[in-house]
Nanobody
C-alpha cells in the first residue's frame, strides 16, 4: 500500500503563492503517476494536476498558467507550486498516486484558504 501525507497549506491573500508537498511511502515502486486534487465545501473533488512517471503533465483549465506540478523521485515527494492564488482556489488539497489498478488511499489533505 501507498501512504500519502500532504502539507504546506495555509492562509494566503489573493495573488500570493503556496507550495504544497506530498510525501509518499510504502509501495513506491507501484506508482505510475501522481496527481493533485482539491475539494471545496459543497463541491466535488476535482483533479487539479497530474504528472506521469514519464514527465507528462496535465492541468485543469482553472489552474493552467498558475500551478505547476513537479516530483522529486529521490524524496518520494510531489509538489504543487501555486501562484497568483484566487479565492476560488480555496479548498482542501489532496494528492494521490496512480497505481497498477487503482488510486492509493486518500490522505488527510492540506487546507488552502485564499482571502480576497
Amino acid at each position: 500500500q501507498v501512504q500519502l501525507v500532504e502539507s504546506g497549506g495555509g492562509l494566503v491573500q489573493a495573488g500570493g503563492s503556496l507550495r504544497l508537498s506530498c510525501v509518499a511511502s510504502g509501495s513506491i515502486f507501484n506508482i505510475n503517476a501522481m496527481g493533485w486534487y482539491r475539494q471545496a465545501p459543497g463541491k466535488q473533488r476535482e483533479l487539479v494536476a497530474t504528472l506521469s512517471n514519464g514527465g507528462i503533465t496535465n492541468y485543469a483549465d482553472s489552474v493552467k498558467g498558475r500551478f505547476t506540478i513537479s516530483r522529486d523521485f529521490a524524496k518520494n515527494t510531489v509538489y504543487l507550486q501555486m501562484n497568483s492564488l484566487k479565492p476560488e482556489d480555496t479548498a482542501v488539497y489532496y494528492c494521490n498516486a496512480g497505481l497498477r489498478t487503482s488510486l492509493a488511499t486518500w490522505g488527510q489533505g492540506t487546507r488552502v484558504t485564499v482571502s480576497s
